[in-house]
């Protein structure tokens, strides 16, 4: 099965449409599968999306292909950014500010359902709660500056979509950033990331120590740096007892941390990790029996897992990364959505 971070997806209503990511990242999504899960829920959406002898035999067959449409890759392309985008200085992927997605999430999803009421129907996010999430505590109007002109175009729209959805609170607060954008100070809004630093060499006192990668599948977005290898650790003994030190190097934002060091799939240690200058950290001291293991074990046997360490997660590997980042990389100028172009903005204006 392919990986979720191979394969772009808007969960409909009764249906999962996909995407294939080369496509969508280059900004060229000509198809899109649309795999039904609920034949009647899905049939008057799909019939208003296809029309009726392309969604009869999409529910003969469970599933079918589509053209794309740009509304749906375009939503499709923001989830998926929101959920993978590989944020990392050292591999020359800018961090996104999460207030403009948020924003141009929510007029992609309003776009969507103009396009075939019903067809987000229970969806994750309505442009209402995406909004609101972007202008919370004027988030969205501080990280406006480098792309002012493009936001308040969007929040017009926005302003005028509520209006006709009798949302009278929120077509006013668009409207608002839109008066606020055209009298506020020019800024930006900076990230940044400390250069990391390895771990103390091995010596007396360390019972083991190793380097391991960040998995994207466990962490939430946005928080670290996606670049391989950015995580240290190593056991030390202390006297008559032993801790596990924890450096996590390159933060974009703060979360609820945690590392698990693990044993022939078996945990035994967890440290909490705290974010300080651009990396996160945590020491944890060891009970008797963990520091009597890391003091019998060679290191190669040792794992550090950083977030979710649970079997259910499908994670990622190296491969999966790689390909990720080559592809986002390769990302042309024109299909850059409103944060990836205030990133470049805001780093131009740095030098």
Do not use: K
């Amino acid at each position: 099965m392919t990986h979720p971070v191979h394969t772009p997806v808007v969960a409909a209503d009764g249906a999962l449409i996909r995407f294939t990511l080369a496509e969508l990242l280059a900004g060229r999504a000509a198809s899109m599968r649309i795999d039904l899960t609920d034949a009647g829920a899905a049939e008057p959406w799909l019939t208003r999306l296809a029309g009726a002898e392309a969604c009869l035999a999409a529910l003969g067959e469970g599933r079918g292909d589509l053209p794309a449409r740009p509304e749906l890759a375009g939503l499709a392309s923001l989830l998926w950014i929101r959920r993978w985008w590989p944020a990392s200085t050292s591999l020359g992927v800018p961090a996104l500010d999460p207030a403009l997605l948020d924003l141009e999430t929510a007029v992609a999803t309003a776009a969507v359902e103009e396009l075939a009421e019903g067809l987000l129907d229970g969806f994750e996010a309505t442009p209402a709660e995406l909004f609101d999430t972007a202008v919370a505590d004027g988030a969205l109007v501080a990280a406006a500056s480098p792309v002012a002109e493009e936001v308040r175009g969007l929040c017009g729209r926005l302003a005028a979509w509520f209006d006709d959805q009798d949302d009278v609170v929120r077509a006013e607060a668009a409207a608002e950033v839109v008066a606020r954008l055209e009298t506020a100070p020019l800024g930006q809004r900076a990230y940044a990331l400390a250069a990391g630093t390895d771990p103390a060499a091995a010596g007396e006192g360390v019972l083991a120590q190793g380097r391991e990668s960040v998995d994207w599948a466990r962490v939430p977005p946005g928080i670290l740096d996606a670049a391989e290898d950015t995580v240290t650790w190593r056991i030390v003994a202390a006297g008559a007892t032993a801790r596990l030190e924890v450096d996590v190097a390159g933060a974009f934002a703060d979360a609820a941390l945690t590392a698990v060091a693990i044993h022939d799939g078996e945990p035994f240690a967890e440290v909490a990790l705290s974010l300080g200058a651009g990396r996160f950290t945590g020491t944890a001291e060891l009970d008797e029996a963990s520091a009597r293991l890391a003091a019998n074990v060679r290191s190669g046997r040792i794992a550090l897992v950083v977030g979710v360490a649970g079997e259910g997660v499908a994670g990622t590997t190296a491969e999966d990364r790689a390909e990720v980042v080559a592809l986002v990389r390769a990302r042309p100028p024109e299909a850059r959505t409103l944060a990836e172009r205030a990133a470049a903005t805001a780093e131009d204006e740095e030098f």
